[in-house]
C-alpha cells in the first residue's frame, strides 16, 4: 500500500495555463507538505498543513494555492504557469507533535510530480 | 543566514566506506536529518541525530558535533544499490528544516 501517494507523476503544460497536483497519505499523520526540488537538487518547502491549517506559507508567489479538505490530502494547484515553475514536486507527511512544539520529524515522501512548462 | 553544505559528488568502490560531511549554520538547532534519494525517487529517511556522537543503524552510521556544525553519514560495506544522493537537512529553532543540495555518490565496481 502506498504511504504517500501524488497524481500525477508527469505533468507537461504551456505557460500561462492553470493545473493541480493531489497528494493523498493514509498514515494517519497530522501534518502534510509541499516541497519544490529544482534541477539544482534543493528542496524548498512552500507550505505545510497541520490538522487542515496552514502552518507554514513560504515566500512563494501567490499562483500557487493549496488546499487541504482533510488531514489525509494537501492539494496544489498553481495558476498561470511559467518557465520557472519547472521542478518535481515532493509531497509529504509526518507525525509531528505541535502542541509540544517538538517535530518528531521523519518526512515520508511521495514519489513526486515532474512538471515541465513549455 | 541558513545554510547546510555538503560535497556535491563523492565516488567510492564496491565494498569500501564512504564518510560525506555535512556542516550546518541555523537559527537555532535541534536536530540533524539524513536523507537518501535515488534518481528519480522521492527521499527516504535514514537518521536524526539530536545528541552529540555516534548513531549506528546496520551498515550506516550518523556522527553529530553541535558544537561544530557538523556531522558525518559513513556508509561502509558499500553495495552498488548505495549508489544516490545523500540529502542533509538541520532543523532550526522553529523546527523548519532547511536542507543541502544533496551529495551524489556514485559507487564502482
Known amino acids: 500500500d502506498t504511504a504517500v501517494s501524488q497524481t500525477p507523476k508527469y505533468l507537461v503544460t504551456q505557460m500561462g495555463n492553470d493545473k493541480s497536483i493531489k497528494c493523498e497519505q493514509n498514515?494517519?499523520?497530522?501534518?502534510m507538505y509541499w516541497y519544490k526540488q529544482d534541477s539544482k537538487k534543493f528542496l524548498k518547502i512552500m507550505f505545510s498543513y497541520n490538522n487542515k491549517e496552514l502552518i507554514i506559507n513560504e515566500t512563494v508567489p501567490n499562483r500557487f494555492s493549496p488546499k487541504s479538505p482533510d488531514k489525509a490530502h494537501l492539494n496544489l494547484h498553481i495558476n498561470s504557469l511559467e518557465l520557472g515553475d519547472s521542478a518535481v514536486y515532493f509531497c509529504?507527511?509526518?507525525?509531528?507533535?505541535?502542541?509540544?512544539?517538538?517535530?518528531?520529524?521523519?518526512?515520508?515522501f511521495g514519489e513526486g510530480s515532474r512538471l515541465t512548462v513549455l | 543566514g541558513q545554510n547546510i553544505d555538503q560535497p556535491t559528488e563523492m565516488t567510492a568502490t564496491e565494498g569500501a566506506i564512504v564518510q560525506i560531511n555535512c556542516t550546518y549554520q541555523?537559527?537555532?538547532?535541534?536536530?540533524l536529518f539524513w536523507y537518501q534519494q535515488h534518481a528519480g525517487e522521492a527521499p527516504t529517511f535514514l537518521s536524526y541525530?539530536?545528541l552529540d556522537g555516534l548513531e549506528e543503524k546496520g551498515r550506516f552510521s550518523s556522527f553529530l558535533s553541535r558544537s561544530k556544525g557538523y556531522s558525518y553519514l559513513l556508509l561502509k560495506e558499500l553495495q552498488m544499490k548505495d549508489s544516490a544522493s545523500y540529502l542533509c537537512?538541520?532543523?532550526?529553532?522553529?523546527?523548519?528544516?532547511?536542507w543541502g543540495a544533496g551529495t551524489k555518490l556514485i559507487i564502482k565496481p
Open positions: 509529504a507527511s509526518s507525525q509531528e507533535s505541535w502542541t509540544s512544539g517538538r517535530n518528531t520529524g521523519e518526512l515520508f
Open positions: 537537512a538541520a532543523e532550526d529553532s522553529n523546527y523548519q528544516l532547511i
Open positions: 541525530n539530536v
Open positions: 541555523t537559527s537555532g538547532f535541534n536536530g
Open positions: 498514515l494517519g499523520h497530522d501534518t
